[in-house]
């Protein structure tokens, strides 16, 4: 037989030392004395080595025996707390959830929805990757996230969805270039000539809406930052299209914000992964606080 060791003798060699004699350490493990000193007496000889001092009324080590006791002390502790580890991961209470977001979704719904989670799951930490829509479902499709928060429209044949109440797009001013008759709604068509910024996602439509209408709009910034856009308004450059969510973005009182109607135009965010991906049990509960906290909520200006 080779010179090893398993987990079973590992266990009733720390037993004996840490009560001191047989006796105790049989009682503590369940088993019978004469057993216990069997199991030790076959660990010796299959290590060639004398574990114990015999003749002594208290367990005394060897040289050998020592050395022994403060590797087991070591193994069964990694041991021990990788099983531990192992069942918190999977109740969810322990683990990494991985992220990927858009920057106005997650703006909107990070920041509430992890210090909600947290509180329930302090020990879960978290991965969060900020890039433009079709880039985070790159990440979600090359397995680098398990979530995906998007405004990208997202195929449900591949993808498990949650999917957000429409909220308005606005058009953002700064106070000095303020446009429209009314306080809280601009049409359309009353952006005709004024410099606008919109973003790329929602370009095409914007234009064709605008088209609908009889004017080319005067866009003259093309951007899916809607913090740049956002400055780019403070700086008296434009009106940028916005969802009203992202007003938590940038607070300043030279900023005027209306809705868009005649037509509306509306968005959505969609928390989206893979049909075919087992999530860990912490992602589960992520996404069933999402749902909880989010799902039913309405959006308004």
Known sequence: ???????????????????????????????????????????????????????????????????????????????????????????????????????????????????????????????????????????????????????????????????????PLVMVMNAQSVCGKKDDTIKLKELKGEPLIIPLRWKSNFVTACQKLDFEPNIICVSDSIVQDLLMVKNNLGAAMIPISSKKLLTDGDLVYKRIVEPEMTTHTVLAWRKNQTLSTACKNFIELFEKLFIKEEISV
């Open 1 to 167: 037989m080779g010179q090893t060791i398993g987990i079973k003798d590992m266990r009733a060699f720390f037993a004996i030392v840490e009560e001191g004699n047989i006796s105790h350490a049989a009682q503590r493990l369940g088993i019978a004395q004469p057993a216990l000193s069997r199991q030790m007496k076959h660990l010796e000889e299959n290590l060639h080595v004398k574990l114990f001092e015999r003749g002594s009324r208290r367990i005394r080590l060897t040289e050998a025996g020592a050395l022994l006791y403060n590797r087991v002390e070591n193994i069964l502790g990694m041991v021990d707390g990788t099983v531990r580890e192992i069942k918190e991961i999977g109740d969810g209470s322990k683990g990494v959830i991985r992220i990927g977001t858009i920057t106005t979704s997650g703006a909107m719904i990070l920041p509430d929805l992890i210090a909600k989670f947290r509180k329930l799951y302090p020990e879960v930490t978290f991965e969060i990757w900020e890039a433009e829509g079709a880039r985070i479902i790159e990440l979600l499709d090359n397995r680098l996230i398990e979530i995906a928060i998007t405004r990208t429209q997202v195929d449900s044949s591949t993808y498990e969805l949650l999917v957000l109440p429409n909220e």
